[in-house]
């Protein structure tokens, strides 16, 4: 089999639906759920509920 002498770079899209970027944001809201679950607790209540 005859390999390539130059493997063109992929660059990812900086916009829309892509995996990557679904990816990050699943993460983002991760930590913000577990940062509001860590506030609840150290207060004792609800942040809407009181």
């Known amino acids: 089999m005859?390999?390539?002498k130059i493997i063109?770079?992929?660059k990812l899209p900086s916009?829309?639906?892509h995996n990557h970027t679904?990816?990050?944001?699943g993460r983002w809201a991760?930590?913000?759920f577990i940062?509001?679950?860590i506030v609840?607790?150290?207060l004792g209540h609800g942040i809407?509920?009181?």
């Open 2 to 4: 005859i390999d390539p």
């Open 8 to 10: 063109p770079e992929r």
């Open 15 to 17: 916009y829309g639906f």
């Open 22 to 25: 679904e990816n990050l944001n």
């Open 30 to 32: 991760m930590i913000g």
């Open 35 to 37: 940062a509001l679950v």
């Open 40 to 42: 609840e607790f150290k």
């Open 48 to 50: 809407l509920i009181r």
